[in-house]
């Protein structure tokens, strides 16, 4: 038995030795520890955060467009779309491949609802690349039917859902077209202060009120915030600013007589304007030929946008605003309050028409060849007589005359909320010289004084002059936005309309309205046509001629107001190839006026 | 040999330390706690903390048995166990499973078992009773040369498989057992200046994957989404749980997939801790192991032969690099190296392993008498 064995102490020292080690060793990992997760934890909470936080640009929904007693013009519609939510779609085994999955999934969704899939493979593979977090939207605005069939079947199959988004309606489908535009999908903005992972497109006016109103309509984006996982697939959605929907706005435009305005235009192509001549506000406005906005959501086919592009009657273009034509006899009115202001000529102030005007050797002719007679500036008016017109332009010379017309906003733009308007041309000698290095002769200043020539306006900028012969010569601004209203509240509120400027003297322009009443009221007045039962109106109709004289091609205008003494609507119509503006323009009108004081007596019998 | 020194039956366990014994449970429990919490976002992964306990319970049971045998049967044997664990070994390469490009595994009657674990507490084993020889110089060069070839014939077959990490646990553990048992400190030193200095020679034999993680170690940048991926993903993941953590089943880094799931509960086990326990409960984890370490070598202090007290002191240091290196990489201290943490990771063969390593520590205590450490 040998006695119990001992360590000795050195041994029992270097265990000592060898356990502080240890406990160094641990203290090391022990302020490692202190040093990452309460020293520098904050920072490392913000990193894992930013590492698995994505933010997703969510886009509001645009307001609405209502016309001036609150119909709809521009509404939205819930649309429903078949989704595909990756993450349940990820593939349980390494092998498996996500894009077959989607595939898969496609298939078997197509075959209940009966519609191939909307996005091709590469669709397909761009999405897992760019924006695996976001649902892969694979049918957009499926109908109602699929809808059905959808409920009923593919509950069951995972991944899949409807997936709701507002879309873009036209209730009215091509009424009002050219005023309200259409839309498209906005192009990716770079928002450096805010930058988005995932940035789904607003959708933005692309033409009409659409655009001129965007800053209204445009809904406020909001931000999703989606937490991910290492594989970039959805896991949670951690935060969400809402996205808001963009402002309503009220249009000036009444339904009633848009849709009057549209019937009047029925088979031909040209444009009408109408306003209220108190303050200009645009109660209608028409252009034909027409297209459906409708087709612009969420974007039209690569064939309909040819389609409209190609077409050589430019659907797509309004006529009210964007086209200028020789205005014709319905200048005629202009130039007399032109003569009056001169002093040289007044009402009274006659000149004799044998049917036509020799001056030098070329001979300008009046529209009717037996002439007019001895005739005052009212019967001149009349019978819209050239030779009479030829006499006071030759008297007053052409700056008069272009000075008038400028001050009733003919060769500018009137500032309608419309894009692509043109301001019309007022020629005058300078300008003739200037530019077609000639001089200014006396054949230009009749051809001035009739509305042929080098002159051309638009038909809104004919409302306007309509307008000041029924308001008694105030110049309005025409616009189009009434009112406008925040989301979520309830009433609009109105937007001043601008004020009009006083710019013909009252007395002289009642002299040119009796004029205008006789065109309509007398019974061999030009435009007698437009004559409706039991209202006084007044117009100017006028007749020019355009393309190769052998064609013999005619533009027909009328200018009209009323019903007199107190004038509400005051027109200007346009039609391309027309007989003459009394035949073809004026009976449209006619129709326009009758439908309209019809809409407003029954509206008014209502209490509308 | 008296009849004092054999406690023969089960009533040695009376004489086992309950220190040890506690703080070795309850890192299993942390352990298959957070195994539960690690692998409940993946299928594949749900039910590991399932198969852990029941790791746990054969380890439990490897450690009673070695317990009631007591270390002098069991170190009698270190010779016929250590050629058996060479042997393993070299079959390991031969005929091994091969797992991410390393033949670390044998396919075992259909469970996978990693030799290396087991070959390391035998290595211990044999090299405690060789250096406890009575007529042992250990001062002299002979001695280091002995000593060398016991730890070198499995370190070389572990490197072999390529298990780098595995296989460097060996050197420290080696070393330390040298120390404790008499050599002198200026021998031990220029050892390790030599074989610091010989680090640079071995960078050509080192495989690619290795090289990259040693790269990486000192720029993880530069392929964050490839190998730099473990290490900032570990580090954000320990770092963002702060002083208290998300608590438990709360971290975010282990459930959306940034720490790559298979890994994370076994090498990477702490970054889940770290995460959903916080500094205060990392470091509760380091008090167990603390806890674990001073009762080793209290037992290596209290053993009733030098033999014994040599075993006590490599198993703790066989614990305590297992323990550091993990948490070091873990935590960005150190490179990728693929160890587990002894007693927490999941993982059968090394639980087994530290088991019957437990088993010995404890036997040593038992059949030692008190003495102050």
């Known amino acids: ?608 | 040999m008296s009849a004092a020194r054999h406690h023969p039956g089960w009533a040695v366990l009376r004489r086992c330390d309950p220190w040890m014994a506690s703080a070795a449970l309850t890192l299993l429990g942390v352990g298959i706690a957070f195994i539960y919490s690690a692998g409940r976002h993946a299928a594949t992964l749900s039910s590991l903390w399932l198969k852990q306990l029941s790791w746990a319970g054969l380890a439990v049971l490897g450690c009673l048995a070695v317990v009631r045998t007591g270390y002098h049967r069991i170190l009698r044997q270190a010779g016929a166990l250590y050629v058996i664990a060479v042997a393993v070994l070299v079959l390991t390469l031969i005929a091994g499973t091969r797992i991410n490009g390393a033949r670390c595994w044998l396919n075992f009657f259909g469970i996978q078992l990693q030799p290396s674990e087991l070959a390391k507490v035998a290595t211990v084993l044999l090299l405690a009773r060789e250096l406890a020889r009575p007529d042992l110089n250990a001062e002299h060069w002979s001695t280091l040369a002995r000593t060398a070839a016991i730890a070198g014939i499995p370190f070389v077959l572990i490197l072999l498989q390529p298990d780098l990490g595995t296989a460097m646990v060996l050197l420290p553990v080696t070393a330390a057992m040298l120390f404790v048992a008499g050599m002198r400190i200026r021998q031990l030193l220029t050892i390790g200046v030599a074989g610091i200095a010989l680090l640079p020679v071995t960078w050509p034999f080192l495989d690619s994957y290795q090289k990259e993680r040693i790269r990486v170690f000192f720029d993880p940048w530069r392929d964050p989404l490839g190998s730099g991926w473990n290490k900032i993903q570990s580090e954000l993941a320990v770092g963002s749980g702060g002083l208290w953590g998300k608590g438990w089943l709360r971290g975010t880094q282990n459930t959306l997939g940034y720490l790559p799931q298979p890994v994370a509960p076994t090498d990477f086990i702490f970054s889940v801790i770290g995460e959903e326990a916080g500094f205060i409960g990392s470091s509760l984890l380091l008090l167990l192991f603390l806890v674990l370490l001073w009762r080793a070598l209290e037992a290596a202090s209290r053993a009733a032969d030098r033999a014994g007290l040599l075993l006590a002191v490599g198993l703790a240091t066989l614990i305590f690099v297992h323990m550091f290196v993990n948490l070091g990489m873990t935590i960005g201290l150190l490179p990728i190296v693929g160890l587990p943490l002894p007693l927490v990771s999941y993982g059968g063969s090394f639980l087994i392993a530290t088991g019957l390593g437990l088993g010995l520590l404890l036997s040593v205590y038992a059949q030692g008498s008190p003495a102050t450490m």
Not at chain 1, 154 to 178: K, S
Not at chain 1, 187 to 202: F, I, K, T
Not at chain 1, 361 to 378: E, I, P, V
């Open chain 1, 1 to 608: 038995m040998s006695p119990r064995w001992l360590p000795a102490g050195w041994e029992l020292a270097r265990i000592r030795l060898l356990f502080a080690a240890m406990f160094v060793g641990i203290l090391v990992v022990e302020l490692a520890l202190w040093n990452l997760q309460v020293a520098r934890g904050r920072e490392f909470q913000q990193d894992l955060a930013r590492q698995s936080v994505r933010r997703v640009r969510i886009p509001g929904p645009r307001g609405r467009i209502f016309d001036c007693r609150g119909r709809p013009l521009a509404d939205n519609r819930l649309s429903f779309s078949i989704a595909l939510y990756l993450e349940e779609l990820r593939p349980r085994s390494r092998k498996g491949s996500l894009l077959n999955e989607v595939q898969r999934t496609l298939d078997e969704v197509a075959a209940i609802i009966g519609q191939p899939p909307g996005v091709t493979s590469n669709d397909i593979i761009a999405h897992i690349r760019r924006r695996l977090p976001l649902p892969l939207v694979a049918w957009r605005d499926v109908s109602e039917a699929a809808v059905a069939k959808w409920a009923e079947m593919a509950i069951r199959i995972p991944g899949v859902d409807l997936y709701p988004e507002p879309v873009r309606v036209y209730p009215n489908g091509h009424v009002a077209c050219h005023v309200l535009g259409y839309t498209r999908r906005a192009e990716l903005q770079d928002v450096p202060e805010e930058p988005y992972h995932y940035y789904l497109a607003d959708v933005e006016g692309a033409s009409g009120v659409e655009k001129t109103f965007d800053y209204l309509l445009r809904g406020q984006a909001g931000v999703r915030l989606v937490r991910v996982n290492a594989a970039g697939y959805r896991y949670e959605d951690v935060d969400a600013t809402e996205p808001a929907p963009g402002y309503d706005v009220q249009l000036t435009l009444d339904l009633n007589l848009q849709r009057a305005a549209e019937s009047a235009l029925d088979g031909v192509q040209g444009a009408i304007v109408v306003l209220d001549p108190s303050d200009g506000s645009v109660l209608a406005m028409a252009s034909r030929p027409a297209f459906d906005p409708n087709v612009f959501v969420p974007a039209p086919s690569l064939e309909q946008w040819n389609a409209l592009c190609k077409d050589p009657s430019l659907p797509l273009v309004n006529r009210a605003v964007a086209g200028a034509y020789p205005p014709g006899s319905t200048f005629k009115p202009v130039v007399a309050i032109a003569a009056l202001l001169s002093r040289s000529i007044g009402p009274n102030t006659e000149f004799s028409c044998p049917g036509y005007l020799t001056l030098g050797n070329a001979r300008f002719r009046c529209w009717d060849n037996l002439g007019h007679g001895t005739l005052d500036m009212r019967r001149a008016i009349r019978f819209s007589c050239n030779v009479y017109f030829y006499h006071v332009g030759l008297e007053l010379g052409p700056q008069a005359i272009a000075a008038t017309a400028r001050a009733a906003g003919l060769g500018s733009k009137t500032g309608i909320d419309l894009e692509h308007e043109v301001a019309g041309f007022v020629p005058d000698p300078s300008w003739k010289r200037r530019t077609l290095r000639d001089v200014w002769r006396d054949g230009d200043t009749c051809n001035f004084a009739i509305g042929q020539g080098f002159l051309t306006a638009t038909p809104i900028q004919m409302a306007v002059v309509a307008s000041m012969f029924a308001n008694g010569g105030r110049r309005v601004t025409p616009h189009l936005l009434k009112a406008s209203r925040a989301p979520g509240a309830e009433e609009f509120v109105p937007v001043p309309a601008p004020a009009p400027q006083y710019v013909w003297p009252p007395s002289a322009v009642k002299v040119v309205q009796e004029g205008m009443r006789d065109v309509v009221m007398a019974p061999d007045g030009t435009g007698r046509r437009m004559f409706v039962q039991g209202y006084e109106f007044a117009g100017k109709t006028g007749t020019a001629e355009y393309g190769p004289k052998q064609e013999g091609r005619k533009r027909g205008w009328m200018i009209a107001f009323g019903p007199l003494p107190h004038p509400r609507w005051a027109a200007a119509m346009v039609v391309e190839d027309a007989v003459s503006g009394g035949i073809t323009v004026a009976p449209r009108l006619q129709k326009f006026f009758a439908a309209a004081l019809g809409a407003a007596s029954t509206s008014e019998d209502r209490g509308l």
